[in-house]
């Protein structure tokens, strides 16, 4: 399989030989993907570890889109309950392999919307700022967009953004949190914790069930955002106890650019009357085309749903859970450790004689796919990401200035992927002088 990937007469020495070997006995989900083409050099296709950031399309994506869109021209208004895939009870047929992959019972989980939106749908329920507990709590490496979102729901409430947001920063020379220190942080004003299960910048995967216990135990709400988690890690969001927790589906979920995102709510709030924002897909599916002046919304996080929901969206997050489901987070977590740990280790033999060094704790229990590089040296992260780009056909992810992201993931990825993208940093990074 993997010499399909390699155009013939070239000559491999013994490391590339070596993660061929690899991913002949460990080889991944590849065929099931579309991955980009290389228009010169050796390899027909691009190192890809972006991953985290687009997902690549699964081939049965184009498909099944084809065919839920030929139902509108079929059907009409009738696809509504005639169509293959009939789109009134669409979005429930999501709802299990999501529930699934998050460990999450189906009544506390949907999917709708991307994931900001969602965000705010949820602090709508979850942040109920008063005068002596208004402060959220965050990441201060947070992706920009759940900064703002907090800020303005602050704002939204009458406080001060300033005073109400926490940041939390590593120690001084650290580069990533340690629990012992988001856990001191959350004092008695503290209304709602917002962090992200695997931080999208350092690749590190917080102490999901001890923040959660810890922030509870000091009466704040806590909630996740699971972006970087979400088909990355194993989660366990009911039985952690956790209040509320979103994430989109583009990255590990492979559902496509802006593709539709899910939500998770604990059962215990499902029947406790929070306030929310409704509309007509708020209200239980047995009354909603009674046309009724008010809603009567089920005890489930559907609740949490306002408008009717974008079929064609769906499509590709549905194919994309059903790969999960056949495949396994626990199993896919366990490619995923192999295939992180030997990129771990081909970097390591560069990294030391050059301006390069991994941010992304070293512990596989404290990490998902991913492994971030901070870059010295005056070079800067985009500029290398173009260089592995256009000269050797590997896709990275670069964060200005100095942070590049490589993501192997464990659906698609190849051994021999991390071994191109070791040699090209050798390559296009200069030793130490
Ligand atoms: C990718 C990502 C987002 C993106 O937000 P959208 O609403 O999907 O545009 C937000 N937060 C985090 C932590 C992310 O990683």
């Known amino acids: 399989m993997s010499q399909g990937r390699m155009r013939p007469d070239r000559a491999m020495d013994p490391v590339e030989a070596a993660a061929v070997a690899l991913d002949e006995a460990d080889p991944g989900w590849r065929e099931l993907f579309d991955v980009p083409p290389v228009e010169a050099g050796p390899y027909p296709e691009v190192a890809y570890f972006a991953g985290n950031s687009l997902g690549l399309r699964p081939k049965a994506t184009r498909v099944e889109l084809l065919?839920?869109?030929?139902?509108?021209g079929r059907w009409g208004v009738e696809g509504h309950l005639d169509a293959k895939r009939p789109w009134l009870p669409y979005h429930a047929s999501l709802t299990a392999a999501a529930a699934r992959l998050v460990g999450a019972l189906p009544s506390e989980t949907v999917v709708?919307?991307?994931?900001?939106?969602?965000?705010?749908?949820?602090?709508?329920?979850?942040?109920r700022p008063t005068a002596e507990r208004f402060k959220i709590v965050i990441e201060d490496s947070a992706f920009p967009s759940d900064s703002y979102a907090v800020r303005s729901q602050v704002s939204f409430?009458?406080?001060?953004?300033?005073?109400?947001?926490?940041?939390?920063?590593?120690?001084?020379?650290?580069?990533?949190?340690?629990?012992?220190?988001?856990?001191?942080?959350?004092?008695?004003?503290?209304?709602?914790?917002?962090?992200?299960?695997?931080?999208?910048?350092?690749?590190?995967?917080?102490?999901?069930?001890?923040?959660?216990?810890?922030?509870?135990?000091?009466?704040?709400?806590?909630?996740?955002?699971?972006?970087?988690?979400?088909?990355?890690?194993?989660?366990?969001?009911?039985?952690?106890?956790?209040d509320f927790a979103a994430w989109c589906s583009y990255k590990y979920l492979n559902s496509g650019p802006g593709a539709l995102a899910g939500v998770f709510v604990h059962e215990r709030h499902l029947s406790a009357g929070l306030p929310r924002f409704e509309g007509w897909w708020s209200t239980e599916e047995a009354s909603r085309f009674e046309m009724a002046p008010e809603s009567r919304p089920p005890a489930s996080a559907e609740a949490w749903q306002v408008s009717n929901p974008p079929i064609f969206s769906m499509s590709p997050v549905r194919t994309s859970l059903e790969i999960f489901d056949q495949v396994g987070i626990a199993v896919l977590r366990e490619r995923s450790l192999r295939l992180t740990a030997y990129l771990e280790k081909l970097l390591a033999e560069i990294t030391p004689t050059r301006p390069l060094r991994v941010i992304t704790p070293a512990d596989p229990a404290r990490r998902g796919a991913q492994l971030s590089l901070r870059i010295g040296g005056g070079l800067r992260a985009g500029e290398l990401a173009r260089t592995l780009r256009f000269e050797h056909g590997v896709i990275a992810d670069a964060r200005e200035p100095d942070v590049l992201r490589l993501a192997p993931v464990p659906l698609y990825s190849l051994y021999h992927d991390c071994w191109r993208a070791v040699r090209a940093l050798a390559e296009a990074v200069p030793e130490n002088a």
Do not use: C, K
């Not at 709708?112 to 942040?127: A, C, E, K, Q």
């Not at 949190?177 to 917002?194: I, K």
């Open 157 to 242: 409430h009458g406080y001060s953004p300033d005073a109400a947001v926490v940041r939390l920063r590593p120690r001084t020379g650290e580069e990533v949190l340690r629990t012992e220190d988001v856990v001191a942080a959350l004092g008695p004003d503290v209304a709602l914790v917002l962090l992200g299960g695997v931080n999208y910048l350092t690749g590190e995967l917080m102490d999901l069930p001890a923040i959660t216990a810890a922030g509870q135990a000091a009466g704040a709400v806590v909630g996740w955002d699971l972006a970087h988690a979400a088909g990355n890690v194993p989660l366990a969001l009911h039985d952690w106890d956790v």
């Open 67 to 72: 065919e839920d869109l030929d139902s509108w």
């Open 112 to 127: 709708m919307n991307s994931l900001t939106i969602n965000l705010h749908l949820l602090m709508v329920s979850f942040y």
